[in-house]
């Protein structure tokens, strides 16, 4: 049977859209495929649209929701489902970590880390990804629903408009893969802007050197600071021009032209 959402009236300030057509529900959970014994969070479940689809799997299921007004309708729909578990946090201030009971996960080992899926509002998705990028090491993967725009920009390639910090540090500790897009009339209300299915994974294996995972947020936060700037602008108070020059980049380059292993040995070569 079809979950039935409880009557709400969407909070602008939480962000809310609620997902409403059943097709891109079965193709988001399709993508996800949760099966039994893995363990899902999910940010976000409004009105329990996908929820619905998840526990259903036979998942151990964390929900963390903000708006308390939506807690009565989830917990009279899901609360009697085995593994199903709802927290009335601010996920940005939750701790995922607690969520994992034992010792913490060996980083690629399946079943035993946390599967994140969500819908997330704009105005939280930047810092929301950060702060799951901060504890990728016990998290299997990410399925998000985001602002288009966004997730273009967590895919974007080296020398595009779409490139910059956001895309550089999810791509140096995950996979991202650009799904599908998901059109305004699958929601209620319709938001203004294109949607879009993002998948991140964790490296298991990473094709990228190791460097200092802070400080080169640093130098990518410096680097594209102004973007119209070069880099000799930007940098001059991380590292100088012949430093740079002795790297093989142009200091009177932009930032967006540079790629993500440029950014690395920049940031090994200032490691000290």
């Known amino acids: 049977m079809k979950h039935q959402p409880q009557q ?8 809310q859209n609620f997902l409403q057509d059943a097709s891109v529900i079965d193709r988001i959970t399709a993508s996800v495929y949760p099966k039994p014994g893995e363990h899902l969070v999910e940010i976000g479940p409004g ?3 996908l929820t619905a689809s998840l526990i259903d799997s036979g998942c151990t299921l964390d929900v963390v929701e903000l708006d308390r007004d939506l807690i009565p309708g989830l917990l009279a729909s899901f609360s009697l489902k085995p593994g199903f578990t709802l927290h009335s946090a601010d996920a940005l201030n939750f701790d995922f970590s607690s969520l994992i009971s034992g010792t913490p996960a060996e980083p690629g080992v399946q079943g035993q880390q946390l599967r994140v899926v969500g819908n997330l509002p704009y105005n939280i998705s930047t810092p929301l ?3 799951l990028l901060d ?16 997730v273009e920009r967590l895919a974007a390639s080296p020398g595009s408009k779409n490139w910059g910090r956001l895309g550089i540090m999810a791509q140096y500790q995950c996979q991202v893969e650009h799904l599908f897009d998901v059109p305004p009339h699958a929601f209620n ?11 991140l994974t964790p490296w298991t294996h990473s094709p990228w050197p ?14 594209f600071a102004h973007r119209r700037k070069t880099l000799r602008n930007n940098l001059k108070e991380i590292i100088d021009s012949t430093q740079l020059e002795a790297l093989g980049v142009d200091p009177s380059a932009r930032a967006e032209t540079l790629e993500l292993n440029q950014f690395i040995e920049i940031t090994n070569a200032i490691h000290v």
Do not use: T, Y
Not at 8 to 15: C, L, S
Not at 140 to 145: L, W
Not at 189 to 199: D, E, F, G
């Open 210 to 223: 190791n460097c200092s995972e802070p400080l080169l947020r640093k130098l990518v936060k410096a680097a």
């Open 129 to 131: 990804i950060f702060k």
């Open 189 to 199: 209300p319709q938001p203004k802007v294109q949607s879009a299915i993002v998948r």
């Open 8 to 15: 709400h009236r969407p909070r602008k300030r939480f962000g």
């Open 47 to 49: 009105q329990g649209a």
């Open 135 to 150: 504890n990728s090491a016990i998290i299997q993967d990410m399925h998000f629903m985001l602002q288009l725009e966004v």
